[in-house]
């Protein structure tokens, strides 16, 4: 028989272990790649000792002569809170009590509310990996002779139907929650299941979520400080970023990839990118009639390659940008694994107020840190 508590009990004891390893392992091809680590974190925060440069203490001489006075490696402390990530399913309890009686009802229904959390972290996660940390899905603004309802966006690729929103005039909140109907890609444009009334140019941001995310690799390419060290003063935390403004080729590929591992030892193992520069890709190995090699991934992601490194087409990096990176330098750090939120008396079902229907909240406790921003490039301006 089918109630509430064999809800739990499912959820629990079936389904938690093989929602996280769809959550870690079938995300995004870069997550696959990423350690995730309990290490170095210390309470809310994660601490992290950082070596860079090399240990001082080497030198040549004669025989007879003294050796080298001896200095220990360089070291810096990165310092970051843990970010809240947060994932929700809703049964109802019309649902519950239809499924009397039928566990492969029950199972059907518990499948789908679990693929559905798992398609909304793909989007959600697979965003937060190259964002910044501030949550900006991008600009929303009125604009001229569109059909009703519709408001001009810049990213369309940040949104997805059924994503809800804040949206901010600078610093001030000026709307809440709002849900999106539909995202027109082509035509740049979006349209709520309320209409709000939106004057001047807004910024879109998850709810509740502005300067709350993870540290993405984009972080890595702003200006100002990272980890709580200023970029002015150790060069280390700058990454290789270049402007290309043309056409791609393997030269300038070549060029990034030789620069980080002169300059910083890092090996890039991994390459990701725009769709339109993925296309240029293709459309410059077929040129010269290359054979573009096919990798599969782990997390069963299949990809072209570039000399052996995955290269690998991403929605949510701008167009004409390429990453070149080594993920070995990436740790996940987290206070613990996804798990759900629970009460004082262990249920993990909660009615929600005044509804009859029934939440479960999985949570993880984690941010991104890269040891070595300077073993990390960009490429942008690419053009086709």
């Known amino acids: 028989m089918v109630s509430l508590q064999s809800a739990e009990n499912a959820l629990k004891s079936v389904y938690l ?64 809170t843990l970010k809240n990530l947060y994932g929700q399913i809703e049964i109802t309890d019309k649902a519950i009590q239809a499924s009397e009686g039928a566990k492969g009802t029950f199972v059907d229904l518990l499948n789908a509310e679990l693929q559905g959390l798992l398609n909304a972290s793909r989007f959600n996660l697979g965003r937060m990996l190259y964002g910044d940390g501030t949550g900006n899905l991008g600009t929303i603004q009125n604009g001229v002779a569109l059909p009703a309802g519709y408001f001009v966006i810049d990213r369309p690729n940040t949104l997805i139907e059924g994503l809800v929103v804040d949206i901010y005039n600078g610093n001030t ?31 879109m941001f998850v709810q509740g979520s502005r300067n709350k995310e993870i540290t993405g690799i984009g972080s ?101 940008t390429m990453y070149l990176l080594n993920t070995k330098s990436f740790k996940l750090h987290q206070l613990c694994d996804w798990r759900y939120l629970e009460n004082e008396n262990g249920r993990i079902l909660r009615q929600m107020q005044g509804k009859p229907t029934y939440t479960a909240t999985l949570v993880k406790y984690c941010d991104l840190i890269c040891d070595k921003p300077n073993g990390q490039a960009r490429l942008t301006g690419i053009t086709r």
């Open 173 to 203: 909140r000026t709307h809440t929650g709002l849900r999106i109907r539909h995202v027109d890609r082509i035509n740049s444009r979006v349209m709520f299941e309320v209409s709000p009334t939106i004057t001047g140019v807004g910024t």
């Open 17 to 80: 272990s093989a929602v996280t390893e769809l959550l870690n392992t079938n995300v995004n091809p870069l997550l696959t790649k990423i350690e995730q680590t309990a290490s170095d974190v210390w309470g809310k925060e994660i601490r992290k000792a950082v070596a860079y440069g090399i240990n001082g203490g080497i030198g040549a001489g004669d025989e007879d002569s003294t050796l080298p006075a001896a200095h220990g490696n360089n070291y810096l402390q990165f310092v970051t």
């Open 220 to 320: 890595l390419f702003n200006d100002g400080s990272i980890y709580g060290i200023d970029r002015m003063t150790h060069s280390f935390l700058t990454p290789h970023d270049r402007a290309v403004n043309g056409q791609l080729d393997e030269i300038m590929m070549q060029e990034a990839i030789d620069k980080l591992d002169h300059t910083a030892g890092s090996t890039v193992d991994f390459i990701s990118c725009a769709a339109d520069v993925r296309y240029a890709f293709q459309e410059y190995m077929s040129q010269y009639k290359r054979n573009i090699d096919i990798l599969e991934l782990e997390g069963g992601f299949k990809t072209l390659s570039y000399n052996g490194i995955p290269l690998v087409h991403d929605r949510f990096i701008e167009d004409g």
